[in-house]
Nanobody
């Protein structure tokens, strides 16, 4: 069973920066890719950024040029550097891990971390 532990959320003023971290722990698994999603009140959960083991990344258009995702797959950890934050970035940010375990491909979600950007 994989567990994800997220950290780094908080309150920041518009234009500020935050760095989120997410570490996957457990046994008998191999990470294919990890990513960050977010959900604002009254809205659906949406992709923010993902990275796969080969290093390829994908970003939502709304965060391109402001957010950077990076991963250390030796440590099963993914980071999200968020710069030039805007009030519309306010949401609960969820870490996701896609991994292989017991000959199956699985997804697991973290508990979420709140990011609040004040204007």
């Amino acid at each position: 069973q994989v567990q994800l532990v997220e950290s780094g959320g908080g309150l920041v003023q518009a234009g500020g920066s935050l760095r989120l971290s997410c570490e996957a722990s457990g046994s008998g698994f191999s990470i294919n890719g990890m990513g960050w999603y977010r959900q604002a009140p009254g809205k659906l959960r949406e992709l923010v950024a993902v990275i796969i083991r080969a290093g390829n990344t994908n970003y939502a258009d709304s965060v391109k040029g402001r957010f950077t995702i990076s991963g250390d797959f030796a440590k099963n950890t993914v980071y999200l550097q968020m710069n030039s934050l805007k009030p519309e970035d306010t949401a609960v940010y969820y870490c996701n891990a896609n991994y292989r375990a017991s000959w199956a491909i699985r997804d697991h979600w973290g508990q979420g971390t709140q990011v609040t950007v004040s204007s």
